[in-house]
């Protein structure tokens, strides 16, 4: 590795919670070095990350990005992609395009982000830029309950995520695109807000697949909002062929993996 990259390295601010130099859960069928950054526009009631995303300081803390690198060095021989969550990493743009570019110059991996995609500008920068290879994101249907936002604040992020996605979709690159399966969710509207969602992916330039995605809670997993949780979370099998029906219906069974 150049060590004349270590003095500019030095200079990145970054707030996460650290980093798994070799992880297979991930990104599908793939090995990848993880770094997990601080930080979050969305309060998700399912989310199992949450104090992360709060940025609790006893979790989070200004990384040490000379130790990431080194770490990386090694690992990189076995991994497929240096991938990049949160939290919502893009939160922290400025600082992170400039590790991004640091990982470009110096290790033959590729660098995947996993995103809510409320962040367009951002998003079209860093393709732009080439910096990333793979996004992973989720359909976080229906977003009025999902994002755990108020309804004005809720909408204006969901009109951003159909622009990201619109964004990602006229680009080469790998996309996966997980779907959140709960019960007790407004079918009609979690239907209606998935079909915005992935029409936008017919005809795309990018390559994408589609995850679906039931999600656990207690006893299971801690989440934001315990008794939200135990209203939705822990979706049974007839939720999850209901979701896969509707993925059918509209023509994508064919990109569930």
Not at 24 to 46: Q, R, S, Y
Request: proline share 4%.
């Amino acid at each position: 590795m150049d060590s004349s990259y270590l003095e500019d390295l030095s200079k990145i601010v970054l707030y996460g919670a650290g980093w798994k130099s070799i992880s297979l859960v991930d990104i599908f069928k793939k090995v990848a070095f993880t770094l997990w950054l601080c930080g979050c526009n969305l309060k998700c009631p399912f989310c199992h990350n949450y104090r992360l995303a709060e940025s609790c300081p006893e979790l989070c803390k200004n990384l040490d990005v000379n130790a990431l690198i080194g770490k990386l060095n090694v690992s990189s021989r076995y991994v497929d992609y240096f991938f990049v969550s949160g939290g919502e990493p893009l939160l922290q743009f400025r600082e992170l395009i400039k590790l991004l570019a640091h990982v470009k110059r110096l290790f033959d991996v590729r660098i995947g982000v996993n995103t809510n995609l409320t962040f367009p500008k951002e998003i079209r920068d860093l393709l732009e830029r080439n910096l990333i290879d793979f996004i992973a994101i989720d359909v976080k249907a229906p977003h009025s309950e999902l994002y755990g936002l108020t309804g004005k604040e809720s909408e204006r992020l969901w009109k951003e995520y159909l622009k990201g996605l619109k964004i990602v979709s006229e680009r080469q690159i790998l996309l996966e695109v997980r779907v959140p399966i709960l019960k007790e969710v407004d079918v009609k509207e979690f239907k209606s807000e998935l079909k915005d969602a992935l029409y936008i992916l017919e005809g795309a330039e990018c390559e994408y697949y589609i995850r679906l995605n039931p999600i656990l809670g207690p006893p299971y997993t801690i989440t934001r909002n315990s008794l939200w949780a135990q209203k939705h979370c822990n979706p049974s099998s007839k939720d999850v062929e209901v979701v896969r029906g509707i993925l059918v219906e509209i023509g994508l069974g064919d990109k569930i993996v």
